[in-house]
């Protein structure tokens, strides 16, 4: 921790909370369209980023049943975006920049940097016990950090709520799963900040928090305070009033998934994107306008390092820290047929976004393998598939070259059929 802030910096952010505000956060430069080349790379360049990524796309994902939208930048200029089939394969309406998906767990990023902005104003800090937000609790010691990290060893929900007898005919809210956890205290998996464990019940609680303090409603909460000001028109978060308009998603086969009885929960997930937004997301973040900078390196530093691996999680964010030194800040999310990737390499400034509504776990791997178009980023055999990674991959590092690099700074120049 001392690597990235001061001692005084670290008390006042975690222990005590503290306003480091300043200039306005939530302005910046909206992100420019193909057309609109920015001045860090020459147009001959933009064409040679464009080609290899269609070529790579094509390739890897457009060709394998693909459903979904497709967004890749470099800063604030996008160089590939591509949209593919069906909002609702039941009657074929196309999908456009407009269609908002599901992103299931890349919505964890959203509540992270919403509790983060109200440790920086002052209102919550970290250290925080949950006992004094929910009288009754029956946890001791899980803080606000615990439940950023998964470090609280809370059991997850989505698990646990059939074997106490929920009514799995009835959807459940937020308030209920803690209820849940009051009256039935289902055992908890670990002591709180001795181990990871990926649990959506973390980021429900975090919801319920920010409920408290703010005393709004989370969906509307985060429309005012973190949609509207970037300008993510087409994102909202689920409710049952927003039912007839959410993009449905399906199984591999086309066939429509039929919502359950945890349909109704927010904070874990239930964020409705598409990637033109969640690009005005990720320009927003890393560029300090969401939460200072002293914050945004506590959310990106690895908290689960009891055993060795490139794969950790931070404050709401997973990442790889490779052993050649470069870093990704990402969060893959899945809930029924709705996948998505959502990747920032910080070292080229490099957003990498990927949904859809028709289950493909191609998504995952083709975001994984795109990060190598801009950098030598050696992956790893780890399939990062599925939404509940368990940071256990002790693979070692290795790469590929794909080919001679063409593209600047690029690690290779894909070649479709290699």
């Known amino acids: 921790m001392k690597d990235i802030l001061t001692t005084a910096a670290v008390s006042c952010i975690i222990i005590a909370g503290c306003n480091v505000s300043g200039r306005d956060r939530m302005k910046f430069d909206a992100p420019q369209k193909p057309e609109i080349v920015k001045d860090d790379f020459s147009r001959k360049d933009?064409?040679?980023?464009?080609?290899?990524?269609?070529?790579?796309?094509q390739e890897n994902l457009l060709r394998r049943s693909f459903n979904g939208?497709?967004?890749?930048?470099?800063?604030?200029?996008?160089?590939?975006e591509n949209y593919q089939g069906f909002a609702d394969l039941r009657t074929k309406d196309s999908i456009t920049e407009h269609t908002a998906f599901h992103i299931a767990s890349t919505s964890k990023t959203f509540t992270a940097m919403a509790v983060l902005q109200l440790v920086?104003?002052?209102?919550?800090?970290?250290?925080?016990?949950?006992?004094?937000?929910?009288?009754?609790?029956?946890?001791?010691?899980?803080?606000?950090?615990?439940?950023?990290?998964?470090?609280?060893?809370?059991?997850n929900y989505l698990y646990f709520l059939e074997k106490t007898g929920w009514d799995t005919q009835k959807k459940i809210s937020n308030q209920e799963v803690l209820q849940s956890l009051i009256n039935d205290k289902p055992n908890k998996d670990f002591e709180p900040n001795t181990r990871f464990?990926?649990?959506?019940?973390?980021?429900?609680?975090?919801?319920?928090?920010?409920?408290?303090?703010?005393?709004?409603?989370?969906?509307?909460y985060m429309k005012t305070k973190?949609?509207?000001?970037?300008?993510?028109?087409?994102?909202?978060?689920?409710?049952?009033?927003?039912?007839?308009r959410s993009t449905p998603s399906f199984k591999n086969n086309g066939r429509y998934w039929d919502l359950d009885f945890t349909d109704n929960t927010y904070g874990d997930k239930n964020i409705y994107s598409t990637p033109s937004d969640l690009l005005k997301w990720s320009l927003a973040v890393n560029?300090?306008?969401?939460?200072?900078?002293?914050?945004?390196?506590?959310?990106?530093?690895?908290?689960?390092?009891?055993?060795?691996?490139?794969?950790?999680?931070?404050?709401?964010?997973?990442?790889?820290?490779?052993q050649n030194?470069?870093?990704?800040?990402?969060?893959?999310?899945?809930?029924?047929?709705?996948?998505?990737?959502?990747?920032?390499?910080?070292?080229?400034?490099?957003?990498?976004?990927?949904?859809?509504?028709?289950?493909?776990?191609?998504?995952?791997?083709?975001?994984r393998k795109a990060y190598d178009i801009f950098g030598n980023y050696l992956q790893t055999d780890k399939n990062d598939d599925e939404d509940d990674d368990p940071l256990v991959s002790n693979s070692p590092v290795r790469g590929k070259t794909v080919a001679n690099s063409q593209v600047p700074g690029a690690a290779f120049n894909y070649t479709a059929g290699k």
């Not at 209102?123 to 998964?150: C, E, I, M, N, W």
């Open 287 to 322: 560029e300090e306008k969401i939460i200072p900078r002293q914050l945004l390196d506590m959310a990106y530093t690895p908290y689960s390092n009891e055993r060795k691996s490139i794969h950790n999680y931070g404050l709401g964010w997973r990442m790889l820290n490779l």
């Open 46 to 57: 933009y064409d040679k980023y464009h080609q290899t990524i269609q070529a790579f796309m």
């Open 120 to 155: 920086q104003e002052g209102r919550l800090t970290l250290t925080t016990t949950l006992d004094q937000f929910f009288p009754g609790f029956p946890y001791a010691g899980v803080t606000v950090k615990d439940l950023l990290s998964h470090r609280s060893g809370l059991p």
């Open 325 to 367: 030194g470069r870093k990704v800040i990402y969060h893959n999310g899945r809930w029924h047929g709705s996948n998505s990737a959502f990747a920032y390499l910080p070292e080229e400034k490099v957003t990498i976004i990927i949904v859809g509504n028709k289950y493909n776990s191609n998504i995952y791997s083709t975001a």
């Open 226 to 244: 973190i949609f509207e000001p970037l300008g993510m028109k087409d994102t909202y978060v689920y409710t049952e009033a927003e039912a007839d």
């Open 197 to 220: 464990s990926y649990s959506n019940t973390n980021f429900v609680l975090l919801a319920l928090i920010i409920e408290k303090i703010t005393g709004q409603p989370y969906p509307s």
């Open 69 to 80: 939208a497709i967004l890749v930048a470099k800063n604030n200029t996008v160089l590939y």
